[in-house]
């Protein structure tokens, strides 16, 4: 069973940068897609970013589009989402996903029910 972990959210003014980390066992890394959602309070769950492990192929949400950059460092079973310019809208819980990757070529990737196996989550605040 894959396991997940996240780490590196916290507390950031308006403008500032945070990176966010994913650590993955349990699973041959390079067989996976790793997605970044988000909850903000009374909000859904939106789909930030996704990467697939195996080929390298991202998905960004346009809210977030030239401001975060997901990779992968497939040696440390890794993906790291770089966060800049950070607005308060920006405000959530993140999560880590995982679904195997040959499901990617099926689309929908930047939707949650893709994906079997969560982090915990971590929360990033923006302040204004």
């Known amino acids: 069973e894959v396991h997940l972990v996240e780490s590196g959210g916290g507390l950031v003014q308006a403008g500032g940068s945070l990176r966010l980390s994913c650590a993955a066992s349990?699973?041959?890394?390079?067989?996976?897609?790793i997605g970044w959602f988000r909850r903000a309070p009374g909000k859904e769950r939106e789909g930030v970013s996704c990467?697939?492990?195996?080929?390298?192929?991202?998905y960004y949400a346009d809210s977030v589009k030239g401001r975060f950059t997901i990779s992968s460092d497939n040696a440390k079973n890794s993906v790291y989402l770089q966060m800049n310019s950070l607005k308060p809208e920006d405000t959530a819980v993140y999560y880590c996903a995982a679904m195997p990757s040959e499901l990617w070529s099926s689309g929908g990737y930047y939707l949650a029910r893709k994906y079997d196996y969560w982090g915990q989550g971590t929360q990033v605040t923006v302040s204004s």
């Open positions: 990467i697939n492990s195996g080929d390298g192929s991202t």
């Open positions: 349990g699973f041959s890394f390079d067989d996976l897609a």
